[in-house]
């Protein structure tokens, strides 16, 4: 994973402590001011105690203040080309279209610095020997489940999905050691999507998982956490950055299973084309 110290404060934040997640908070809103100050500055700033702000750098794996002072210090030379804009009233479309466009590529940005290369050739390996592929989401989430299975069928793998969590459970409890559960969750903690998981696991299923909580309950009980960035809050669950990012990370999969299928991959494309060629007007 290539060093991003915001981007890491994001990915780990909803596994810290309450205190912690006060001293995270507040160095998203005061990074520039946090790099000139000391560790007794920022604990003052927090009303929490030195040692909580140390075990907050820690927690990330930096050594100490310092060295987390140093990391995000270089960051900020990028966060002066910030993509992350807000939309005003009075934006015309040209500039408006300008700052949707750079905020989706600035999400795709976060989401490459993220990818673990080993991680998505161990992900391929299981997808490509696996006899069956299960994809797991709720909501929005549940939108992209289905959008994997679509990419994974067009080559030639047998894929499962439901919309219903209630069905997704029976499904789960169905699986065996020769399949792939691939659980989708932006929060990692969506509970339905989690409880699917752990019976697929518990089913013997290999477990891969894409969420933008690196510490989260589906990453507890993942085989392979793949990562993705997003900056939505809970009131913004449906913002289409993240589902960007899930695609990418979907398929980053696709592309890298194409490749390891060779020539089988691209004869499914066309009998899949194929099949539904006569179907359009």
């Known amino acids: 994973m290539k060093n991003d110290t915001l981007l890491l404060i994001r990915t780990h934040i909803q596994s810290m402590t309450k205190s912690e997640q006060l001293v995270a908070e507040y160095v998203l809103s005061h990074a520039k001011e946090v790099i000139y100050s000391s560790v007794t500055d920022v604990s003052e700033k927090v009303k929490v105690g030195e040692t909580t702000v140390i075990r907050f750098c820690r927690k990330l794996g930096y050594r100490g203040f310092q060295d987390f002072k140093l990391s995000l210090a270089q960051d900020m030379v990028m966060i002066e080309e910030s993509t992350n804009e807000e939309v005003e009233n009075d934006d015309t479309f040209d500039v408006l279209s300008s700052k949707i466009i750079r905020s989706y590529n600035g999400i795709l940005n976060e989401t490459q610095k993220l990818v673990q290369p080993e991680l998505y050739e161990k992900a391929v390996e299981y997808l490509n020997k696996a006899e069956n592929i299960y994809c797991f989401g709720v909501g929005s989430s549940g939108i992209i489940a289905q959008l994997a299975v679509n990419s994974f069928v067009r080559i030639g793998k047998n894929c499962v999905w439901q919309t219903d969590p209630h069905f997704q459970a029976m499904l789960a409890v169905t699986m065996t050691e020769k399949d792939v559960a ?67 990370v979907i398929e980053i999969l696709h ?24 179907r359009l007007i």
């Open 255 to 278: 592309a890298g299973l194409a490749i390891r299928q060779g020539e089988k991959a691209q004869e499914y494309r066309v009998k899949t084309a194929r099949a539904v060629t006569d």
């Open 182 to 248: 691939i659980g989708i969750s932006v929060s990692g903690s969506s509970k339905d999507t989690v409880n699917n998981m752990k019976l697929a696991k518990d089913s013997g299923a290999r477990i891969i998982c894409i969420t933008q909580n690196a510490r989260s309950p589906i990453t507890q009980l993942a085989d392979i956490e793949l990562l993705m960035s997003s900056r939505e809050s809970p009131l913004q669950g449906s913002a289409l950055s993240s589902k960007i990012s899930q695609i990418a």
